[in-house]
């Protein structure tokens, strides 16, 4: 069964820096971590849930919504399984709960979430 689990949020002031981490798990010989694309989801209080920024299987291609270029970086390590979501000069409204994702096809796996919060 995979598990995704997201960590590195917390209460930060604007201008600051966090870095997210999603540890995967529980992926197949045939689909293993490094054949799916993973993703970055951020969902604020009373919005709907949107793409933040997308990785490729190999790392080498990457995305981003318009509101974060130039301030977030994702990457990912398939050696250890996790994708990363740098993100610098955070601002309020950037506050939300992240969430991991892992597409592949017609799979598709989510993490719990972690809240970012940015706040003086």
């Known amino acids: 069964q995979v598990h995704l689990v997201e960590s590195g949020g917390g209460l930060v002031q604007p201008g600051g820096s966090l870095r997210l981490s999603c540890a995967a798990s529980?992926?197949?010989?045939?689909?293993?971590?490094?054949?799916?694309?993973m993703n970055w989801y951020r969902q604020a209080p009373g919005k709907e849930r949107e793409l933040v920024a997308t990785?490729?299987?190999?790392?080498?291609?990457?995305n981003y919504a318009d509101s974060v270029k130039g301030r977030f970086t994702i990457s990912r390590d398939n050696a250890k399984s996790t994708v990363y979501l740098q993100m610098n000069n955070l601002k309020p409204e950037d506050t939300a709960v992240y969430y991991c994702?892992?597409?592949?096809?017609?799979?598709?796996?989510w993490g719990q979430g972690t809240q970012v919060t940015v706040s003086s």
């Open positions: 994702n892992a597409a592949l096809f017609t799979l598709d796996y």
């Open positions: 529980g992926f197949t010989f045939s689909a293993s971590f490094s054949a799916y694309g």
């Open positions: 990785v490729t299987s190999t790392g080498r291609s990457t």
